[in-house]
């Protein structure tokens, strides 16, 4: 990995200098526009609406406009701001973990020691970890100030860019506004569906079908020089008979015996789900186990 910015960590009289590294990667096929009947790249152009000319990259800087006058930036007017001249990510409170709500997440990024000596950052790990709190920092990166959190991730400090309070929409809809009876029957119900499908979260064991069947597509097309049509993998679980509604308790009951019968490798002497899973709750049945069976599917892949 390389570097992409360096930097220290203050809070206090501690002063913690190190290394950022981008912690994620886009795992998706690049694709890129041709001209379908030669295979020619489309390039686009940056053209001036004034002028006419195509402009140079170097040539071309940023500005703001308010719908009657344009202010233009330079990269040295914005190198100028003494905000964006900052090295520093400096520590403004350590809160509790759970109070980081996650919709504030964004990008993250591993902090390496920039120094002979480690033992501040392991200072800085240990407390965060001890403490069980998140430190809330603020920086300057690419020209902007930033929010981030702090946290401890394998025994490596990440830096989480927050979203600025106001970037968070409010989810206001009105059709939440009205009034739902739900019946503690109902809820209990719905808490065994829960557990039937109760597992410990571990990401290996899913996978990213549609880059999988993308990549199979194009190493054919190479291979033969035509088109392939594709598999639908998940077709026939899709497909799905409108027309018919089952009742909330039914469909719960129905998704909880199915997923116990799963689990246990067959149908339990004795159970009703044998002798109510008719043709009449097939369509909302299969809808309930739709998770569990992307996520065997994905495992059956990976062990494959």
Partial sequence: MRAIWKGSIAFGLVNVPVKVYAATEDHDV????????????????????????????????KAYDDGEQTVVLTDEDLASLPVEKSREIEVVEFVPSEQVDPILLNRTYYLEPDSSSSKSYVLLRRTLEDTERTAIVQFSLR???????L????????LQTLLWEDEVREASFPSLDEKVRISSKE??????????????FNPAEFTDDYQEQLKTL????LEKGESLDTE??????????????????????????????????????????????????????TA?????ARKTAAKTRKGA
């Fill in 151 to 158: 946290r401890v991730r394998d025994n490596v400090l990440t």
């Fill in 232 to 285: 639908e993998t998940f077709g026939a679980e899709a497909e799905e008979e409108g027309g018919k509604v089952l009742d909330l308790m039914e469909a719960l009951r129905r998704s909880v015996e199915k997923n116990r019968d799963k689990k246990s490798g067959g149908s339990k002497p004795g159970s009703g789900g044998a002798k109510s899973s008719g043709a009449k709750g097939k369509d909302s049945a």
């Fill in 143 to 149: 020209q902007k100030s930033r929010l981030g959190a």
């Fill in 218 to 221: 194009i190493e054919a097309k």
């Fill in 30 to 61: 690049s694709l890129h526009q041709v001209h379908e009947k030669d295979g020619g790249r489309i390039r686009y152009q940056r053209r001036c609406e004034v002028c006419g000319e195509v402009v140079e990259y170097k040539d071309i800087a």
């Fill in 288 to 292: 309930e186990k739709k998770p569990a």
């Fill in 187 to 200: 809820l209990e119900m719905s808490s065994a569906l829960v557990d039937s499908f109760s597992s410990d």
